[in-house]
């Protein structure tokens, strides 16, 4: 399977702490994107990676990618309990494919 | 960014029947997807909906099973056929958004008995 893998599968944190969540990926890929989905509902873009850049800043969320490892974290700093959903990586191949293929997810809970 | 509605938002169906499911976009799109979400797994691309030709199908499924239909530039169907508890999901469609990402839909989810 394509999949990424995504680790952990679940976190559960206090509100203020941060969180971080990890997606490994198996080919060469165009660029790299979060995607959260709160219970079950449609996804919403959070944030894009291209895959000649490391690091990315959007508000609380901070992405990074090493292509070399095939990796990619995200990381939201000073959670609230509205932040508590699934976190799903996907991953864009090519720059002619309007394909992605998304990770296995981990579903984040914030405690107030 | 495209506001998309999907109905039903969910049903629950007997096993043989089919169910079609539909997606609005506010917008004209070229490209709209289709995902499966089995339950508390990730998302499963299925086709790929161009409008006026064929849908093109992921590996591991069919047209006669999952048949698309994408009429115009703003509305798809698919149709779940000859269903089984298997087919049990949330099915998702999505369009192309800006700089390669999509804009989802909230999802049908659908139950088979």
């Known amino acids: 399977s394509q999949q990424g893998e995504e680790d952990p599968q679940a976190l559960s944190i206090q509100e203020g702490e941060n969180a971080t969540m990890n997606c490994s990926y198996k080919?060469?890929?165009?660029?790299l994107q979060w995607y959260r989905q709160n219970s079950g509902r449609g996804l919403v873009h959070l944030i894009l990676?291209?895959?000649?850049?490391r690091e990315k800043h959007s508000g609380r969320l901070r992405v990074t990618l090493d292509t070399s490892k095939k990796s990619s974290s995200l990381l939201i700093t000073a959670s609230r309990a509205a932040d508590t959903a699934s976190y799903f990586c996907?991953?864009?191949?090519?720059?002619?494919?309007?394909?992605?293929?998304f990770g296995t997810g981990t579903r984040l809970q914030v405690f107030p | 960014s495209a506001v998309i509605s999907q109905k039903p938002s969910r049903d629950i169906c007997q096993r043989g029947t089919s169910l079609t499911i539909q997606c609005q976009v506010d917008?004209?799109?070229?490209?709209m997807f289709w995902y499966r979400q089995q339950p508390g797994q990730s998302l499963t691309l299925i086709a790929t909906?161009?409008?006026?030709?064929?849908?093109?199908?992921e590996s591991g499924f069919v047209i006669d099973k999952f048949p698309i239909s994408r009429p115009n530039l703003t509305f798809s169907t698919l149709t779940v056929s000859n269903m089984s508890p298997e087919d049990s999901s949330i099915y998702l469609c999505?369009?192309?958004?800006?700089?390669?990402?999509?804009?989802f839909g909230p999802g049908t989810r659908l139950l088979v008995l």
């Open positions: 999505s369009v192309e958004g800006r700089e390669e990402t999509q804009y």
């Open positions: 080919t060469s890929i165009n660029n």
């Open positions: 990676i291209r895959s000649n850049e």
């Open positions: 996907a991953t864009d191949k090519s720059w002619w494919s309007d394909k992605l293929i």
């Open positions: 917008s004209q799109v070229t490209m």
């Open positions: 909906a161009n409008q006026g030709s064929e849908a093109t199908y």
